[in-house]
């Protein structure tokens, strides 16, 4: 079985440029979720869909973070525009419904 | 709002010894999972091992065991015949077991666990 894709591994961008992350996640899982794991600390939810509905955003900073699951499946999430502080590992995750959610390798953004 | 706390930045164990981690958490729900994943250099988090706060008996995987206190609101992490390959940063999560409600996982800060020939 294939797991939770993501791309790219890696990206440096300048501050206030734009940036976006794509995830695939493991084939019939309805929940996905995006975690953001900065330097030294443990993953943070940053917005939850099943299907293509939000269940949970409140941690998403809306004013420059936004991300869309379209027709249920694959995500992507944009930062735009970055701030040095955004600077972090992006974690994309999916899982059955109430079962554990499995990870992908993430995208290490560094902003410079 | 639910907190999972690692006291325990960094800890050290030399191969085929046995390790505890430590985890505690806060919370006022009684339906809930607890958690421990490994996240190795690659940064993919790996699932451990899982307990259901409803069983009393505690969860086993391999090297792997848990020593649950559901009323102490401890959850730690035994690695019995360390080896190599267990060197990572081990996080604790926590998640609601209510249907109906966002299933997130909240992590505490993560133990990095160092192993020694």
């Known amino acids: 079985e294939a797991g939770v894709a993501q791309s790219p591994r890696y990206k440096i961008i300048e501050k206030r440029q734009s940036v976006a992350f794509w995830c695939n996640p493991i084939s019939g899982h309805a929940t996905l979720y995006w975690y953001q794991q900065i330097l030294g600390q443990g993953p943070k939810l940053l917005i939850q869909?099943?299907?293509?509905?939000?269940?949970?955003d409140s941690q998403l900073p809306k004013d420059r973070f936004s991300a869309e699951r379209l027709k249920g499946v694959d995500s992507t999430l944009k930062i735009q525009p970055a701030k040095l502080e955004d600077s972090a590992v992006y974690l994309c995750?999916?899982?059955?419904?109430?079962?554990?959610?499995?990870f992908g390798q993430g995208t290490r953004l560094t902003v410079v | 709002a639910q907190t999972v706390t690692q006291s325990q930045p960094e800890m050290s164990v030399q191969e085929a010894e046995t390790v505890t981690l430590s985890c505690t958490y806060d919370t006022s729900e009684s339906d809930y999972y607890l958690f421990w994943y490994k996240q190795p250099p690659s940064r993919q988090m790996i699932l451990v091992i899982r307990q259901e706060a409803y069983k009393q008996q505690n969860a086993t995987e391999n090297r792997f065991s848990v020593n649950f206190q559901k009323a102490a609101k401890s959850f730690s992490l035994k690695i019995s015949d360390s080896q190599l390959g267990d060197a990572a940063m081990y996080f604790c999560?926590?998640?609601?077991?209510?249907?109906?409600?966002?299933?997130?996982?909240?992590f505490g800060t993560g133990t990095r666990l160092q192993v020694t020939l």
């Open positions: 999560a926590y998640r609601s077991g209510y249907t109906g409600t966002a299933s997130k996982l909240t």
């Open positions: 995750a999916s899982s059955l419904e109430g079962r554990e959610a499995f």
């Open positions: 869909f099943q299907n293509n509905g939000v269940v949970d």
